[in-house]
Each structure stands twice: as structure tokens, then as C-alpha cells.
Nanobody
Framework: QVQLVESGGGLVQAGGSLRLSCAASGRTFSTYIRGWFRQAPGKAREFVARISMGDGGTSYAEAVKDRFTISRDNAKNTVYLQMNSLKPEDTAVYYC???????????????WGQGTQVTVSS
């Protein structure tokens, strides 16, 4: 099994920054793709960013492009999400996940963290 432990969520003011971390443990050999997703009350879970633990390739949702940066540290088996210029509409529960294919569909991701609350005040 794969276990994901998140940290870094919290309350920030609009325009501020926050850095999320997701450390993985267990059998992660076949789970090369790491993704960040978010879900606000009354809304579907949506893709935020993804990264390949192999070649480091990344992609982002249009809503966060140029503001968020996903990165990885393979030695620590950890991925990060640096969030800058935060807006109130970024408020959501953020989840990290692992999968075997480079997609944006949450149904394609096999393992999920507990989720961490990010709240952006106006």
C-alpha cells in the first residue's frame, strides 16, 4: 500500500503564499505520477497540477497557471505545491494523489492523502 502524508495547509490572506508538502511511503514503484486536486463545498473535485516522478514533466489547470508551482524531491519521495498570489476562490480542501498514468482525471489516481484545508481570506 501507499501512504501519503500532507502538511502546510492553513489560513492566509489574499495575495499571500503557502507551500503544501506530500510525503509518500510504502510501495510507490509503479506510481510515477503525482497530482494535486482540490474540492470546495458544493463543487466537484478538480485538477490543480501534476508531475512525473520520472522525467519531472508538469502541467497545470488554467485557474492556477503562473501562480502555482509543483515540484518533486525523489530522494525524499515528496512533492510540493508552492501557491503564490492566492485568491479567495482558491479556498478548498487540497488532496495529493498517486497514479500510473499522466492524466487529469481523479478517477485515474489510485492513492489519496487525507486532504488539507486551505483558506484564503479577502
Amino acid at each position: 500500500q501507499v501512504q501519503l502524508v500532507e502538511s502546510g495547509g492553513g489560513l492566509v490572506q489574499a495575495g499571500g503564499s503557502l507551500r503544501l508538502s506530500c510525503a509518500a511511503s510504502g510501495r510507490t514503484f509503479s506510481t510515477y505520477i503525482r497530482g494535486w486536486f482540490r474540492q470546495a463545498p458544493g463543487k466537484a473535485r478538480e485538477f490543480v497540477a501534476r508531475i512525473s516522478m520520472g522525467d519531472g514533466g508538469t502541467s497545470y489547470a488554467e485557474a492556477v497557471k503562473d501562480r502555482f508551482t509543483i515540484s518533486r524531491d525523489n530522494a525524499k519521495n515528496t512533492v510540493y505545491l508552492q501557491m503564490n498570489s492566492l485568491k479567495p476562490e482558491d479556498t478548498a480542501v487540497y488532496y495529493c494523489a498517486t497514479g500510473a498514468v499522466f492524466t487529469t482525471n481523479p478517477n485515474d489516481y489510485r492513492n489519496w492523502g487525507q486532504g488539507t484545508q486551505v483558506t484564503v481570506s479577502s
